[in-house]
Antibody, heavy 116, light 110 residues
């Protein structure tokens, strides 16, 4: 079955970087774009960006331009999202989600806590 | 960039029908598909409506979606409400460079 398995929870200090992974299985990895969406505690969903696993091209939300980098490793069917210069407001659950005609499969989320 | 505005919360009784609206601030609602996601506490979102009015397999036909160009809005209608429908619902759409989520609507079935 189609699955997206994300890496475990992270605790980071302000100013640090975090890299979250999302390993895909059960389908052809390069056939579908992957989105990253985050959700701060008690808040709504916020789109961060998208990566094409086939060629590696990316598009980021303006809010995260310069701070976010999305990459992929086709040999392991894994996409990565790295967020730098972390601040307390980046404390959130980070989701990867596969896009077909919609975001049809989501990972379980990775909790990133930014605290001094 | 445009915004999608949803009511913060709605509530209705079991068996009744509820409609959640999603208004696009700029650009035509009809120009890009609208999706609706359901999120229960502690869980990842799941799709209940995609491409304005399509239901994924497994989603009951109590869920329906529509768009209204006159109000530049989309709507999610849930009929025959069940307690299990209690969740947060998010509309989502896009333009040439961005994906946008609405702020979410908390549905209480009481």
């Amino acid at each position: 079955q189609v699955q997206l398995v994300q890496s475990g929870a992270e605790v980071k200090k302000p100013g640090a970087s975090v890299k979250v992974s999302c390993k895909a299985s059960g389908y052809t990895f390069t056939s579908y774009y992957m989105h990253w969406v985050r959700q701060a505690p008690g808040q709504g969903l916020e789109w961060m960006g998208i990566i094409n696993p086939s060629g590696g091209s990316t598009s980021y939300a303006q809010k995260f331009q310069g701070r976010v980098t999305m990459t992929r490793d086709t040999s392991t069917s894994t996409v990565y999202m790295e967020l730098s210069s972390l601040r307390s407001e980046d404390t959130a659950v980070y989701y990867c989600a596969r896009r077909t005609t919609h975001l049809d499969v989501w990972g379980k989320g990775t909790t990133v806590t930014v605290s001094s | 960039n445009f915004m999608l505005t949803q009511p913060h919360s709605v509530s209705e009784s079991p068996g009744k029908t509820v409609t959640i609206s999603c208004t696009r601030s700029s650009g035509s609602i009809a120009s890009n598909y609208v999706q609706w996601y359901q999120q229960r506490p502690g869980s990842s979102p799941t799709t209940v409506i995609y491409e304005d009015n399509q239901r994924p397999s497994g989603v009951p036909d109590r869920f329906s979606g529509s768009i209204d160009s006159s109000s530049n809005s989309a709507s999610l209608t849930i009929s025959g409400l069940k307690t299990e429908d209690e969740a947060d619902y998010y509309c989502q759409s896009y333009d040439s460079s961005n994906q946008v989520f609405g702020g979410g609507t908390k549905l209480t079935v009481l």
